[in-house]
């Protein structure tokens, strides 16, 4: 059963913006504190931005001012829009729950930042 699906990325020049998008078919969405996470070429995955169940959000600081991450407890979806991108924001780009992830993780979609 495919538990995430993410999309929404794509090649854009340094500055612009990307909205990501993450469909959780498989899970009881409500229940969960969400997060969005990347892997750069060469890099571990980490944890990019967070939403609890109750809307309270957190960032990594490189993304602060830059990304907001949302949720829509009804479509059981979260989003990440994301402006003013940088070329060190270049990676794959996955949703999962925070702290702990289920055991899958869906494909991720890809986000190149280069001129």
Known sequence: ????????GGLVQPGGSLRLSCATPG?????YNMGWYRQAPGKQRELVASIT???STNYIDSVKGRFTISR??????????????????TAVYYCNTYPG???SW??????IVSS
């Open 72 to 89: 829509d407890n009804a479509k059981k979806t979260i989003s990440l829009q994301m402006h003013s991108l940088k070329p060190d924001d």
């Open 1 to 8: 059963q495919v538990q995430l699906v993410e999309s929404g």
């Open 27 to 31: 899970i009881s969405f409500s229940i």
């Open 53 to 55: 169940r109750r809307d």
């Open 106 to 111: 869906g494909q991720g979609t890809q986000v």
């Open 101 to 103: 992830r289920l055991d």
